[in-house]
Structure formats: C-alpha cells, structure tokens
Nanobody, 127 residues
Framework: QLQFVESGGGLVQAGGSLRLSCTAS????????IGWFRQAPGKEREGVSC????????AYPDSVKGRFTISRDNAKNTVYLQMNTLKPEDTAVYYC????????????????????WGQGTQVTVSS
C-alpha cells in the first residue's frame, strides 16, 4: 500500500503563499506520476496539479494555473506544491496521490490511480 504524508498547510490571508510537501512512506516515488488534490467541505475532490515521474510534464486546471507550481525532488522522495496568490476558494484539505501517467501525458488531466488517501493537510485562506 502506497502511503503519503502531506504537510505545510495552515491559515493564511488572501494573497499569501504556502508550500505543501508530500513525502512517500515505504516506497520510492521515482516511478510514479504524482498529483495534488483538494476537497472542500461539501464538494467533490478535485485535482489541482500533477507531475510526471521525470518532471517533464505537468498539468493544472484553469482555477490554479499561474498561481500554483508543482515540483518534485526524487532524491528526497518528496513532491511539493507552491501556492501563491491564494484565494478564499482555495480553502480545502489537500492530498497527494499517484496519478495515471497516460491521462497526464495525453489529456493533461490528473486522475488518481489509488483508492488510498493520506490524512491530507488543511489549507485555510481568510479574506
């Protein structure tokens, strides 16, 4: 079972920044495309970014494009999400997971490839 530990969330004012980290537990990330997802209360989980295993392909929905940047350091077994110019609508619990590489490559879509999710990290943006 692939497990991730997400961290870096917190309370920030609108316009502020946060950097989230996603560290793999018990396995190496090298072979996996990874995505960040979020879920706000009463809403479905949505993908906010994903990155190929060699960092040569990324995808973002329009809602975060230009504000969020995903990166990874395979040597540290960690994927990051830099979030700038945060908005109140970015408030959610953020999770990371493996994603389907072909969906990222051919459709620029972040589709989770796992049924297992970590605890996530809460991001709250105040207006």
């Amino acid at each position: 079972q692939l497990q991730f530990v997400e961290s870096g969330g917190g309370l920030v004012q609108a316009g502020g920044s946060l950097r989230l980290s996603c560290t793999a537990s018990g396995f190496t990330l090298d072979y996996y495309a990874i995505g960040w997802f979020r879920q706000a209360p009463g809403k479905e989980r949505e993908g906010v970014s994903c990155i190929s295993n060699m960092s040569d392909d990324t995808a973002y929905p329009d809602s975060v494009k230009g504000r969020f940047t995903i990166s990874r350091d395979n040597a540290k077994n960690t994927v990051y999400l830099q979030m700038n110019t945060l908005k109140p609508e970015d408030t959610a619990v953020y999770y990371c997971a493996t994603v389907v590489s072909s969906e990222l490559l051919f459709s620029d879509t972040c589709v989770p490839s796992t049924e297992y999710w970590g605890q996530g990290t809460q991001v709250t943006v105040s207006s």
